[in-house]
């Protein structure tokens, strides 16, 4: 019976990972290139315009926005995620660049 119940709680843990989906939204390729490798454990949406990314934001659920100061109207992206009680983490502020994938494993 234990086993059960563990094989259903790794099963839900599973299921909330697959749908955990996270905005990375930057100009650099490089970036999105450095990301590649977490693309098998997290539903990465990659955005490179403040259009896209209010878009998503609007009509999709999102967990988490990974943003570059690169992408204009920042600010207002991070109202928005704000006021949907989304955490936004800034690349360069709050995490470091050159992108450390564990690091970003680890949020």
Known sequence: MLMDNTYDLNGKINDYIDSFNIIFADRDLETFERIQKLRDRFNFI????DFAVNFILEYEKIDLVIIS???????NIIRRANRKKINVYILGKDINLPLNEKEIENI
């Open 69 to 75: 100061r690169k992408i204009s109207n920042l600010e």
């Open 46 to 49: 990659n955005l490179s315009s």
